[in-house]
C-alpha cells in the first residue's frame, strides 16, 4: 500500500451558492462534505492547492483518505466529486467516513501487465482491447487494495479476461459477480486477426458471375 494522502479541513459555516462561489473565486477553497458512520455530517472547506495536489495521486480516488478537521483525523474515501464542465475545476467534495468494522464499496483501478509480450497480440497476431479501466469491490477497511493486476501475458488471440478471472486479495468481493454469471463482462479482450482468403474471395465472386453471365449468353447466341 501506497502512503495515505492526508488532507486539512476547515469547519464550513457560511452555506448556499453564493458563499460557496466566493470560497471558489475569492478564497481558491474548495466547499466540501463528510458523512457516513456515527457522527453527523459536517460541511467542510478545503484548500483548492492541497486538493489539487491530492488529486495527481491515483489512489485519491480509491484508497481510504486522512482528512483533518480542527486537529482531529477522520478517515474517509472520496464518494463523489463535481467539476464545473468549463473548465474541469472542482466544485464540490463529497467524503464517506468509514469504519475499521464495516465494509465498503470502492471503485478500484485496474493495471494491465504484459501487453506487449500478450501471447494472443505478439505471436498470433490479435488487437488488444480493454473493456474497463476501474472495478467495483467491497471490503473492509483494511483490505482494500490499490490496483488490481491484470496479467495479460497468456491470453490468446479470440480470448477474453473476465471479471471472475482477476485474481484479488482475501476479503475481497468483485461487486458485479454478486448479481449472478451473467454479470461476469470481460475485462479486456483480443480479437483475432482477420485472415485474407475470405475478403479475396468475395471480391472475386463479381468478375466470376460476369464472366459466367458473358458465357451463357455466347451459348445463346450460337444456338
Not at 483494511?142 to 490496483?147: H, Q, S, T, V, Y
Request: glycine share 8%; charged share 25%; net charge negative.
Amino acid at each position: 500500500m501506497s502512503d495515505t494522502i492526508e488532507l486539512t479541513a476547515e469547519i464550513r459555516t457560511t452555506v448556499g451558492k453564493g458563499a460557496s462561489r466566493r470560497l471558489r473565486r475569492l478564497e481558491d477553497k474548495v466547499p466540501a462534505i463528510i458523512y457516513g458512520g456515527a457522527a453527523d455530517a459536517q460541511m467542510l472547506i478545503l484548500s483548492a492547492n492541497e486538493l489539487g495536489k491530492a488529486m495527481q495521486f491515483e489512489t485519491f480516488y480509491s484508497q481510504i483518505l486522512n482528512v483533518t478537521i480542527d486537529g482531529k483525523t477522520e478517515q474517509a474515501v472520496v464518494r463523489d466529486l463535481q467539476r464545473n464542465p468549463a473548465n474541469e475545476r472542482v466544485q464540490h467534495v463529497d467524503f464517506q467516513r468509514v469504519s475499521a468494522d464495516r465494509e465498503i464499496n470502492v471503485n478500484v483501478p485496474l493495471h494491465f501487465i504484459n501487453e506487449e509480450s500478450c501471447v494472443g497480440v505478439k505471436m498470433q497476431g490479435g488487437t488488444l482491447t480493454r473493456t474497463l479501466t476501474e472495478v467495483e469491490i467491497s471490503c473492509l477497511p483494511a483490505n482494500l487494495p490499490e490496483f488490481i493486476e491484470v496479467d495479460m501475458a497468456e491470453v490468446e488471440s479470440g480470448s477474453s479476461v473476465h471479471l471472475s478471472d482477476l485474481v484479488i486479495g482475501e476479503g475481497v468481493t468483485i461487486v458485479a459477480l454478486t448479481f449472478g454469471a451473467d454479470r461476469d463482462i470481460p475485462v479486456a479482450s483480443v480479437t483475432a486477426k482477420r485472415g485474407g482468403g475470405a475478403a479475396e474471395d468475395d471480391e472475386d465472386a463479381p468478375a466470376e458471375e460476369a464472366a459466367a453471365s458473358d458465357d451463357a449468353a455466347e451459348d445463346a447466341d450460337s444456338e
